[in-house]
């Protein structure tokens, strides 16, 4: 069983900075691709970024200069680093990780999310 947990999300003011992070467990041989996504009220779920276990990354255009996605292989740890927050970044931000089991099984988890309010 893989389980993803989210934390960093809050209130933030417009024009401020925050850094989401996403911690992976369980028995899994090895993690590929892992990204987050958003939802805002009454939307559908968006791409925000990827980025490969080798470190490629992929962003939404609506985030694409003010966001940097990384990870920490050896920590299972994936972060958010944003900036220039608007308050249309407003929404529940999941991380979402693709593992391959020891026994080579492939799963998708999605974590729980975390809230995140861009508001004056």
């Known amino acids: 069983q893989v389980q993803l947990v989210e934390s960093g999300g809050g209130l933030v003011q417009p024009g401020g900075s925050l850094r989401l992070s996403c911690v992976a467990s369980?028995?899994?041989?090895?993690?590929?691709?892992m990204g987050w996504y958003r939802q805002a009220p009454g939307k559908q779920r968006e791409l925000v970024a990827t980025i490969t276990s080798s470190g490629i990354t992929n962003y939404a255009d609506s985030v694409k200069d003010r966001s940097t996605i990384s990870r920490d292989n050896a920590k299972n740890t994936m972060y958010l680093q944003m900036s220039s927050l608007k308050p249309e970044d407003t929404a529940v931000y999941f991380c979402?990780?693709?593992?391959?089991?020891?026994?080579?099984?492939?799963?998708?988890?999605w974590g729980q999310g975390t809230q995140v309010t861009v508001s004056a």
């Open positions: 979402n990780a693709q593992a391959r089991r020891f026994t080579g099984s492939k799963t998708d988890t």
């Open positions: 369980g028995s899994i041989f090895r993690f590929y691709a």
